[in-house]
């Protein structure tokens, strides 16, 4: 009788594994990787150290303007102006408002991670928007009222860039349920729409809102421009995503559909508990795109008279005591459109993690 003994497991061989496997293998496969790995790390090696010089090592952090001697970035005029790169010209002893609700919304982010029950989801989706514009606008439990010809700054931006992603997202997926409808007046009306606002650019969406829409409003009535700016990216926002959930609703078999008739379920209900979920899944990418774009697109709101941080870099440098601070104040704006931008992506990928059945 045989007699087999185990023997143990050898490393593998060095040159198939470690720091210079992966190179060979990545950037120094052929002749032709290797030439375009050499020419990216001389691009890298003229634009960062220069770069890094004029951000960090040569910059200046403090002091005044008269007292700048070097040749780098001059961040004292962010320091300087960092407030109303925030918050525009919202008072400076109310700024505990935003930051509260910065505060609230860091909160609301954690705890839809780790709450469970659905009730209490909905719960604080639907109490989350009521209680900042409260703190925010204030006029109520004592609270000063703070007109919208006040806000600006990065917190203007956010407020548009929140209410136009959760404002267009259900109604981007009725128009999209609407379009695959079987009934003309339903499917005539959200075709209509759909195509009309996606022939139009989103300033002319803004002029109408600005201007156009009070003229629906009988004399007297004030119809606040920041509201009339909300609908009108509302409603652009809301045509984009309709075509994005269509694609998905496209790319669902046909079986699935059936699935859900032969359990009975009604046309919602098959929609929501069945169709709907993996017609999300499939859009995650496209739709984050389209808040990534809506976030970008925010900055048009200076068209019709409202200050968001970008506009904020325009009026700062135009005051006669910080001339020539341009350079600082959009690399400044163009970092903060980057990290928040940069996380929404980053955040994408890990809901297409969590939500990945393909396994």
């Known amino acids: 009788?045989?007699?087999?003994?185990?023997?143990?497991?050898?490393?593998?061989?060095?040159?198939?594994?470690?720091?210079?496997?992966?190179?060979?293998?990545?950037?120094?496969?052929?002749?032709?990787?290797?030439?375009?790995?050499?020419?990216?790390?001389?691009?890298?090696?003229?634009?960062?150290?220069?770069?890094?010089?004029?951000?960090?090592?040569?910059?200046?952090?403090?002091?005044?303007?008269?007292?700048?001697?070097?040749?780098?970035?001059?961040?004292?005029?962010?320091?300087?102006?960092?407030?109303?790169?925030?918050?525009?010209?919202?008072?400076?002893?109310?700024h505990w408002r935003p930051n509260l609700v910065l505060l609230l919304c860091a909160a609301f982010i954690v705890a839809m991670k780790y709450v469970q029950h659905m009730k209490i989801k909905i719960a604080m989706i639907l109490l989350l928007p009521v209680i900042s514009f409260i703190l925010i606008s204030g006029g109520w439990f004592g609270l000063e009222t703070v007109e919208t010809e006040q806000w600006g700054g990065l917190m203007l931006t956010m407020i548009v860039a929140a209410v136009g992603i959760i404002a267009s997202f259900p109604l981007g997926i009725v128009l999209a349920l609407g379009r695959q409808s079987h009934m003309p007046i339903v499917k005539s009306l959200s075709v209509g729409f759909i195509e009309f606002v996606r022939g139009v650019p989103l300033i002319t969406i803004l002029f109408m809102a600005s201007v156009v829409l009070p003229l629906f409003f009988q004399d007297g009535i004030d119809f606040d421009k920041l509201l009339r700016a909300l609908i009108g990216i509302t409603l652009f926002q809301?045509?984009?995503?309709?075509?994005?959930?269509?694609?998905?609703?496209?790319?669902?078999?046909?079986?699935?559909?059936?699935?859900?008739?032969?359990?009975?379920?009604?046309?919602?209900?098959?929609?929501?508990?069945?169709?709907?979920?993996?017609?999300?899944?499939?859009?995650?990418?496209?739709?984050?795109?389209?808040?990534?774009?809506?976030?970008?697109?925010?900055?048009?709101?200076?068209?019709?008279g409202l200050f968001d941080v970008l506009a904020m870099v325009t009026l700062t440098t135009s005051d006669t005591n910080w001339l020539g601070f341009e350079v600082e104040g959009y690399v400044f704006v163009t970092m903060i459109y980057w990290c928040i931008c940069f996380s929404m992506s980053q955040y994408s990928k890990s809901v297409e993690r969590k939500f990945n059945t393909e396994h």
Request: hydrophobic share 50%; aromatic share 14%; proline share 5%.
């Open 238 to 304: 809301s045509a984009y995503i309709a075509e994005v959930v269509r694609g998905g609703l496209q790319a669902i078999p046909k079986g699935q559909y059936e699935a859900a008739d032969s359990l009975g379920l009604g046309y919602w209900q098959g929609m929501i508990l069945v169709i709907l979920p993996q017609a999300l899944k499939i859009s995650i990418p496209n739709i984050v795109g389209s808040f990534i774009a809506l976030f970008k697109d925010t900055t048009l709101v200076l068209i019709i």
């Open 1 to 94: 009788m045989a007699v087999y003994t185990l023997k143990e497991a050898q490393p593998a061989p060095s040159s198939n594994r470690g720091l210079f496997f992966w190179l060979r293998e990545n950037l120094f496969s052929d002749i032709t990787n290797s030439f375009f790995t050499l020419l990216g790390c001389y691009i890298i090696y003229l634009i960062v150290p220069p770069l890094i010089d004029w951000m960090i090592i040569d910059a200046t952090w403090t002091g005044t303007k008269e007292e700048i001697v070097k040749s780098g970035a001059r961040w004292i005029f962010i320091i300087e102006k960092f407030d109303q790169f925030m918050y525009g010209f919202y008072p400076e002893a109310l």
